[in-house]
């Protein structure tokens, strides 16, 4: 996954999938009146205090099958709150999640996962920048 900050939104793409980007807006509270559901659905962000970054999707299309990649299904009524913090002096992501969708489940669906930069593996791409200044930056 390649992420990508901007001052209004973070955008998140799946490298390998051209047309798998993700957009979470920053700055934007709610759908815009002419938002066509989809299998990304709308995805709203801020930042705590300690810097977790706290995601809220809706929006998701009707027609989504496989839909919580798990093999079952989901609907329009999908919901995903994920929480992302920095680990490993901001070297990995901690995610933790809630799904609900009353469609096809009785109650939400928790999970969670940590993603650390293997050691032997380098960056295809070196930041143009200084990790360590990198890393202070995005403390909030």
Avoid at 14 to 21: G, I, P, V
Avoid at 45 to 67: R, Y
Avoid at 68 to 74: A, E, K, Y
Wanted: glycine share 10%; aromatic share 12%.
């Amino acid at each position: 996954y390649k992420w990508t900050r901007h001052p209004d939104r973070i955008v998140i793409q799946k490298e390998q999938y051209a047309d798998a980007t993700r957009t979470i807006w920053l700055t934007k509270k709610e759908q815009p009146k002419d938002y066509k559901p989809n299998p990304m659905g709308f995805s709203v962000g801020h930042f705590e205090p300690d810097g977790t970054l706290v995601v809220e999707t809706t929006g998701f299309n009707d027609a989504l099958k496989w839909g919580n990649g798990q093999g079952i299904d989901s609907s329009g009524q999908k919901r995903i709150v994920e929480r992302y913090q920095l680990v490993d002096g901001g070297m990995g992501i901690s995610l933790t999640y809630t799904q609900g969708d009353l469609v096809y489940f009785t109650r939400t669906m928790t999970g969670q996962g940590t993603f650390v930069k293997a050691p032997t593996v380098e960056f295809a791409k070196q930041p143009a920048c200084d990790l360590a200044a990198a890393r202070e930056h995005l403390k909030f």
